[in-house]
């Protein structure tokens, strides 16, 4: 079945007027609401894995200070030396290897089976991470869709004032309504 189309070049979906009981309503947007929270659990608990860094967070980045006794020293203090590593795993803030550890995994670097084995892992759980996110969004549309449509129903049981459509639903965002202003008594 096909529930949306073009007219004059714009997308809309062909909403058919089902009367559904606030109940189912509530119940489907209990269970969407449901599958939505185990599925934001599932893409954190994915992106810590991945070590995902997240550009947009406003907390600082993690700095490993030096404590040095004077000026020369800060000056001549080679953080690579220090840290006993190799100066470009300095950025990384996890998992920076020691050069014992390093020089160890010289080994195991040149086996391509191994390499391909793990590039496909890692290539598999970013497109598993992927699909997530997309079903996340799908969700959450899906909700606020019934969100509306709850409001609407609710609003038709009170025999309230009809609400304007200032948007109609498309498949990325629920329609908009625009409520008329009542003061409470």
């Not at 599958?35 to 810590?48: D, F, Q, S, W, Y």
């Not at 490993?64 to 030396?81: R, S």
């Not at 497109?127 to 996110?133: C, G, S, T, Y």
């Not at 969004?137 to 609003?155: F, P, T």
Request: include cysteine.
């Amino acid at each position: 079945m096909i529930n949306s189309g073009l007219k004059d070049g714009i997308h809309f979906e062909k909403v058919e007027n089902e009367e559904l009981a606030v109940g189912d309503v509530m119940q489907d947007l209990v269970y969407i609401t449901h599958r939505l929270t185990i599925e934001k659990k599932k893409i954190e608990k994915l992106k810590a894995q991945l070590h995902v860094l997240d550009m947009e967070d406003d907390e600082p980045k993690n700095t490993h200070i030096i404590f040095v006794d004077d000026e020369k020293e800060a000056k001549k203090a080679d953080p690579a030396k220090l840290l006993d590593t190799h100066p470009s795993l300095l950025n990384r803030s996890f998992n920076r290897l020691h050069s014992s550890q390093l020089s160890s995994l010289d080994n195991n670097l040149h086996d391509q089976a191994l390499l391909t084995t793990v590039s496909n892992c890692k290539r598999k759980a970013y497109k598993e991470l992927a699909q997530r996110i997309e079903r996340g969004n799908k969700l959450r549309i899906m909700k606020e869709k019934l969100e509306v449509r709850k409001k609407l129903m609710e609003n038709k049981a009170k025999n309230g004032e009809k609400p304007k459509l200032v948007k109609p639903g498309t498949n990325t965002s629920a329609p908009i309504y625009q409520w008329p202003k009542q003061r409470k008594t």
